[in-house]
């Protein structure tokens, strides 16, 4: 199982940036897909964006033209940089990574988005 560890959570006003990492224990030439997944208070967790190992991405459409997903396989690192930040953005953000079939998760990171 891949380890998974976040950064870059923090308290933002409306409207601001962030951008969040996930470095993994093993190259990222070796895991297939990679994604940011969000959960708020009270509600189940759910996707926010995909990028596969070809480069191909996926968004939610609540997060469309706002967030950019990405990946650095030398660096075995995840980013996913969050724009045009909103109140209802506010979540604990976790990490995914499928390799060899297997997925795993990050601890999560806080995100905080103040009107």
């Known amino acids: 199982q891949v380890q998974l560890v976040e950064s870059g959570g923090g308290l933002v006003q409306a409207g601001g940036s962030l951008r969040l990492s996930c470095t993994a224990s093993?190259?990222?030439?070796?895991?297939?897909?990679m994604g940011w997944y969000r959960q708020a208070p009270g509600k189940q967790r759910e996707f926010v964006a995909i990028?596969?190992?070809?480069?191909?991405?996926v968004y939610a459409n609540s997060v469309k033209g706002r967030f950019t997903i990405s990946r650095d396989n030398a660096k075995n690192t995840l980013y996913l940089q969050m724009n045009s930040l909103k109140p209802e953005d506010t979540a604990v953000y976790y990490c995914n990574a499928v390799s060899r079939g297997i997925a795993s998760w990050g601890q999560g990171t806080q995100v905080t988005v103040s009107s």
């Open positions: 093993e190259s990222g030439f070796s895991i297939n897909s």
């Open positions: 990028v596969t190992a070809a480069g191909g991405t």
